[in-house]
């Protein structure tokens, strides 16, 4: 019976080790990279993304959130993805400067889909927001929806994109 609980005991160590803790986001910094287009993120306006990877000393970051959806719908990755940060623009300073540390998970998100807004790179954007309420005052104001991130249709993040759509810059 000691050798089954000894047994037991050291499974369970073992599981332990396996849970590994999610990084913390990084600030933004004026030398970041976009990971699709490798366009300095600071001269784009609109909220943006970091993925960290298993491996990767530094994230991923995405110019607009949009495309970092469309990074975590690609089969194709580069490691396990170990966390997902978004700008929360409802604390964000304003449209153009979307913050360097309000970051949240995204998993914890409200996305505002299909709003009459561009992002940092002119298409559609993706807005998510830590405070569902400031997700409803957007959409008051851009129109679209209130998603959870696993609820993001494919249709608004994968395929061609009209730049030819009238899309508003917010203030």
Known sequence: MKHLALIALVALAACKEEVAEAPDPVDLTPDAL???????????????????????????????????????????????????????????????????SNWIAADDATFVVGANVAGGMGAREVVPFADPSDAQTFIQQYGGNALPLTDIPDTEVLGPVDLDLILETPA
Request: glycine content about 8%; hydrophobic content about 40%; overall charge neutral.
């Open 34 to 100: 976009s990971f699709f287009c490798q366009m300095n993120i600071a001269e784009h306006g609109g909220p943006k993304g970091q993925i960290h990877l298993d491996g990767y000393p530094a994230p991923l970051f995405f110019a607009q959130v949009r495309d970092m959806v469309a990074y975590l719908k690609s089969p194709e990755r580069d490691a396990k993805i170990t966390a997902v940060y978004v700008s929360d623009m409802g604390v964000a300073p304003n449209w153009r400067q979307p913050g360097i």
